[in-house]
């Protein structure tokens, strides 16, 4: 809708050029916008006042001419001049008819855009240590970078999701050791536990899925190979865990990348990507040797200092590691990449900014910082599971409230603020739960469109589909539909490719949730205020009928651009 807009005012302003009735010697912008206020209209432009000057005219009176041009057009019901020369339009019932058939007829592809143009994204997120499960914050991060993509996908760019396995350091060791000690814990030998290791029950559940697999042969091995043992075993166990976790939520990676194979040499025994990506900034000129450390020139890139990478003792710090995997990722084809952090990285973002303009891709990294989740239970702090008596863990908040609310959930709140999340609410199966408003929406519609056709409602086997194809008909009289719940409802359908196009520019996919809230309700309203099946009026039912179907389909893309299922009964 914006686009026949912004086509209808520059129409106008050619008109009023050729008729002689403006003079202008390059036509403007039509730059519509919505305004804030609904009874301003649909869509406003301030194109009069940004171009007075130059037609040498008053602002109000280039609108009239403007506003004259425009007012016949079918699918403008009235034209208003505000202000000082703001131009506010609103839409013609016609004109919102036609979007109903526009939905109907791209289906789930409505909405879809060619913003990106087939450019590759990578968005990169969770990308949590191998070492235990993960934390709540984690699962905000896991909707959040699958939705982004799902919208970025939508809008025509073509994405690939991955995970960076933290599969190398310290804590891997830490880790080892910590398993190794629960295991002869297993084996009724003593042991001293180390202050700085894992002490969550789930390493002792993960010594003892070793312990009954391969019994007690490790006991009396030597621990430094034990060690190494457990590392891979564990590893293994952990990841495979962490797959699991993120799939039963519906959020599956491309690509899982360890950080390990950005130390070891390469194929043919040179040097690793580490050692690669500091010789290519060397090579541009951005690194220097001091006090027997190599820097980097961070500074002039706009980082508040410049930054250590290979450390006087000889080990790498983690920024070369970072350095050495985002070239890896520009050198794989990516034409953008997006990554997904924790609050606590928020400092890290303008040193890898600069790192990454450094290597040649300035503009093209976004860092999109998500801040933590609280968990709360009739008003109440939540911080211990019931269950293990530890941190409640994104698997027992996704146990509890299941995948579909806790996706929602996640996506309701701005990534930059701090999101509160009611788990009593999102277990309620009533309209203050939105998840639960949402859903029921589309159940509710799939009701509607069984009744009418006369199926057996309590029949789970009826095929929505196959009742829509021979009920709703093509040649339903939308010009019935004029009642302002009518109207509305079109209105908000109209919004949708809008919504995604803002949710994928801005990488802000709380967007849909809203949008999905908002497109529920207007629905609700319409159903509330509407008769939709009435035997007295066929010609109106068949137009309601068909309106009722579009949004099935816009609640039902929205759904899935947030990763939640669209249930057709509940």
Not at 243 to 254: A, C, P, Q, S, T
Not at 277 to 305: C, N, Q, V
Not at 373 to 400: A, C, H, I, Q, Y
Request: negative net charge.
């Amino acid at each position: 809708m914006r686009e026949v807009i912004e086509s209808l005012v520059s129409e106008a302003l050619r008109s009023a050029v050729q008729g002689g009735r403006i003079t202008l010697t390059e036509l403007p912008e039509p730059a519509v916008e919505r305004p804030r206020d609904p009874s301003h209209g649909d869509w406003a432009t301030s194109v009069a006042l940004r171009t007075a000057k130059a037609a040498g005219m008053n602002p109000r009176e280039l609108a009239q001419v403007l506003a004259d041009e425009m007012a016949d057009h079918p699918d403008i019901d009235a034209v208003e001049i505000a202000g000082p020369g703001f131009i506010n339009l609103r839409v013609s019932a016609h004109a919102l008819q036609r979007v109903l058939r526009e939905v109907r007829a791209e289906g789930t592809g409505y909405g879809r855009l060619d913003l990106g143009k087939g450019r590759r994204v990578q968005v990169e997120f969770v990308s949590a240590n191998p070492v235990g499960p993960m934390h709540v914050g984690h699962g905000r991060w896991a909707a959040l970078g699958d939705s982004m993509a799902r919208v970025l996908e939508h809008a025509g760019y073509s994405v690939e999701r991955e995970f960076y396995v933290n599969d190398a350091g310290v804590q891997m060791d830490t880790f080892a050791k910590s398993v190794a000690a629960r295991y002869l814990e297993l084996c009724g030998r003593e042991i001293e536990f180390g202050e700085d290791w894992y002490r969550g029950a789930y390493i002792t559940e993960i010594a003892r899925e070793i312990f009954e697999a391969e019994g007690a042969s490790w006991a009396d091995a030597d621990p430094a190979k034990r060690e190494s043992h457990f590392k891979e075993t564990a590893y293994v166990q952990v990841l495979e865990h962490l797959k699991h976790v993120l799939h039963g939520m519906g959020v599956d990676f491309d690509v899982w990348f360890s950080e390990r194979t950005l130390h070891a040499p390469s194929a043919d025994g040179g040097p690793s990507e580490v050692e690669q990506a500091i010789e290519s900034l060397r090579a541009a000129g951005h690194i220097y040797e001091l006090d027997d450390a190599t820097w980097f020139a961070s500074i002039p890139f706009g980082d508040d200092k410049d930054r250590v990478l290979k450390k006087a003792d000889g080990s790498y710090t983690y920024f070369a590691a970072d350095i050495a995997y985002h070239k890896d990722k520009f050198d794989r084809g990516f034409d953008r990449v997006i990554d997904i952090w924790g609050a606590d990285h928020h400092g890290y973002v303008k040193r890898m900014e600069a790192a990454v303009a450094a290597l040649g891709h300035p503009g093209q990294l976004d860092v999109v910082i998500g801040q933590l989740v609280n968990l709360f239970r009739d008003g109440e702090v939540v911080r211990m599971s019931k269950r293990t008596g530890e941190m409640v863990t994104f698997e027992d908040l996704l146990d509890e409230v299941g995948p579909d609310a806790a996706r929602y959930f996640f996506l309701r709140r701005s990534t930059d603020q701090p999101l509160d999340f009611d788990i009593g609410l999102a277990k309620q199966r009533s309209n203050e739960n939105p998840v639960f408003y949402v859903q029921y929406a589309h159940a509710r519609i799939c009701s509607i469109l069984r009744k009418a056709a006369g199926a057996d409602t309590s029949d789970d086997s009826v095929d929505i589909s196959a009742t829509v194809a021979e009920l709703v008909s093509e040649d339903a009289p939308l010009k019935l539909l004029a009642g302002d719940a009518e109207l509305s409802l079109m209105r908000k359908l109209a919004e949708f490719p809008e919504v995604v196009e803002v949710a994928a520019l801005q990488l802000t996919p709380s967007k849909l949730t809203r949008y999905a809230e908002e497109l529920a309700a207007a629905f609700h309203q319409f159903y509330t205020l509407c008769k939709v099946v009435d035997p007295e009026e066929p010609e109106l039912t068949a137009a309601r009928l068909y309106a009722v179907d579009a949004t099935r389909i816009a609640l039902a893309d929205v759904l899935v651009l947030v990763g939640v299922s669209a249930p057709e009964r509940m």
